[in-house]
């Protein structure tokens, strides 16, 4: 076994531990009928009246929409004694009673956090506070550029070639500097790199993990010889780095955001918090003074679970504001849009047919000018493709993009869907060359580690507006000579698959890193 499966393992009963000291404290399901009792006190003893105040917190998020099912905790003036928990329900309203003069509390929500100190609580009557809950910023929020292999580096008897890798991050949600004990100047964030199929930590082909002070590679297997041997050629992390961009270097002049509307969304975002994410997008996009357009689509296809029945009036892509007038600069209109398909969430993800369409219809509508494809995606196409109609809907992807040069930025967007459904999205980013945006890990009260639709597709569109703006970011990159042990290994037209890792701030030493798959064609 080797170190980084034992910290995982640590993280893991660090994890329990943390999860149940958290569900100890949080109680019951609110302060009105059974609150948590301080942890001074026996579990026999009934905890004392506090006060005889009553407070209600109304929570909405910056557009003023209720914000429901956030946990807010209620403590005493220091924070040394939490008096009572309650959720916020479809008003976006909770109540705490039996509260003394002064107090503080927290709102923990997937869209944000919110802490609010020495609030005065009538001790008669009902005393109200308003919250405005900012969105949070999962960190790191990254985007992996298309990992290159330079046709030269590969040697003539196919058994060795060189991996280019450059991942990005939002300089509002950056990348988290590695642990190891070390959180000086001198270090930096850190980067792995795994090939072959195997997720399961122990039973890794090939594992690098390293940093600006290690860049020695450990790259082998617990139970035998790795088919691998990697070296390290360079490493490189630049706070404020070139534009990213992989093809071009120039600020899309139109971009169409689509909108994954299916099924799937019902589940991954109930309270449609990504359409405040599609409007902070709209606003970066086409602000005062910028001569740039936007255009909003969903995207949906007939059939489905009979449950979330409801698909666009178009399918499998639909643009509101109609053919006529794809791309405008309005943003009354287009925010007027994303309100318009919010609702309409049901039906299949046809994914290949829906990116067709927003590139075709990108290509004919948008102004001269780049072009960029910006997709917030709940997941690959669920249809039951065989393996050749996926190849085929791939390599029709790819030859689309290169005939039109629109280019394409998407979000994976989708925390729980298994691994394979994630490297399906790196299949399909590498058909289109494009840039693969994930959501960022946060803390969850009720959760060691979670990655949330609402602050997340926040952080990621914020990210995909830099990108399409071309804008320098903090910048991530490695070039890697990986050399196999059989010759023949590196046969052209085969796809080398593999994840790279980024550290993530919910615990240090590398315990919990964010996956982000890649497949690579072999020149």
Same mark, same amino acid.
């Given at each position: ?39 001074? +006190? ?18 909405? $998020?910056?557009? /003023? ?5 956030? !946990? ?51 001790? +008669? ?7 405005? =809950? ?10 992996? &550029? ?10 003539? $008897? ?23 004990? $070390?959180?000086?100047? %001198? ?45 390290? @050629? ?29 099924? !799937? ?38 059939? /489905?679970?009979? %449950? ?6 178009? +399918? ?25 398909? @919010? ?13 067709? %369409? ?13 072009? %960029?494809?910006?997709? &917030? ?19 029709? &992807?790819?030859?689309? !993009?290169? $005939? ?5 930025? =998407? ?28 959501? /960022? ?27 399409? @703006? ?39 030493? /590398? ?13």
């Amino acid at each position: 076994m080797d170190w980084r499966t034992n910290l995982r393992r640590a993280a893991g009963i660090a994890a329990l531990g943390l999860m149940g000291v958290v569900l100890a404290s949080c109680g019951g399901a609110g302060a009105e009928s059974n609150p948590p009792q301080p942890a001074s +006190q026996p579990a026999s003893q009934p905890p004392a009246l506090a006060g005889t105040g009553t407070l209600t917190i109304f929570v909405t $998020d910056s557009d /003023g929409r209720p914000v429901r099912d956030a !946990r807010v905790s209620v403590y005493n003036r220091r924070q040394t004694a939490l008096i009572g928990s309650v959720q916020t329900g479809s008003n976006g309203s909770a109540t705490a009673r039996s509260l003394p003069a002064t107090v503080e509390f927290t709102v923990v929500h997937g869209f944000g956090y919110h802490v609010e100190k020495n609030v005065d609580v009538a001790q +008669q009557g009902d005393t109200a506070v308003g919250v405005t =809950l900012l969105p949070g910023r999962p960190r790191p929020t990254v985007a992996l &550029l298309p990992v290159e292999i330079p046709r030269g580096s590969v040697y003539p $008897d196919r058994n060795e070639l060189t991996l280019q890798v450059t991942v990005i991050a939002s300089p509002n949600a950056p990348f988290a500097r590695s642990g190891y004990g $070390d959180y000086s100047a %001198a270090s930096t964030p850190s980067l792995g790199l795994e090939l072959g199929e195997n997720a399961n930590d122990s039973r890794r082909e090939c594992f690098v993990w390293l940093d600006q002070r290690r860049t020695v590679p450990s790259c082998g297997t617990t139970w035998g010889t790795s088919p691998y041997t990697v070296s390290v @050629e360079q490493f490189r992390y630049d706070v404020v780095g070139p534009a990213p961009l992989p093809t071009s270097a120039a600020s899309a002049q139109s971009t169409m955001l689509v909108i994954d509307q299916s099924r !799937r969304v019902s589940t991954l975002d109930p309270g449609a918090f990504r359409s405040y994410a599609a409007r902070r997008f709209i606003e970066r996009i086409v602000s005062p003074g910028e001569q740039k357009t936007l255009s909003v689509a969903g995207f949906a296809g007939s059939g /489905g679970d009979p %449950a979330t029945p409801l698909s666009l009036p178009s +399918q499998p892509l639909w643009i509101p504001s109609g053919i006529g007038t794809v791309f405008t600069a309005d943003a009354v209109v287009l925010k007027s849009n994303v309100g318009i398909i @919010e609702p309409l969430v049901g039906g299949a993800a046809p994914l290949f047919d829906a990116l067709e %369409a927003a590139v075709a219809l990108t290509a004919m509508s948008a102004p001269s000018g780049d072009r %960029a494809v910006v997709a &917030l995606l709940g997941g690959t196409d669920d249809r039951e493709l065989t393996a050749s109609e996926r190849d085929r809907a791939l390599a029709s &992807l790819r030859r689309q !993009r290169d $005939d039109t040069g629109v280019r394409a930025i =998407l979000i994976d967007a989708a925390p729980t869907m298994p691994l394979a459904e994630h490297r399906a999205i790196a299949e399909l980013a590498a058909a289109l060359r494009a840039p693969t945006i994930s959501l /960022g890990v946060s803390m969850d009260e009720l959760q060691y580690s979670a990655q949330r639709w609402a602050s997340g597709s926040y952080a990621a569109l914020d990210l995909a507006a830099d990108l399409t @703006e071309a804008s320098p970011l903090p910048t991530l990159s490695a070039v890697f000579r990986v050399r196999a042990n059989t010759a023949g290994a590196f046969q052209s037209g085969a796809k080398l698959r593999g994840v790279i890792y980024v550290e993530s701030e919910i615990c240090p030493m /590398g315990c919990w890193e964010m996956p982000l798959p890649f497949v690579v064609e072999i020149p």
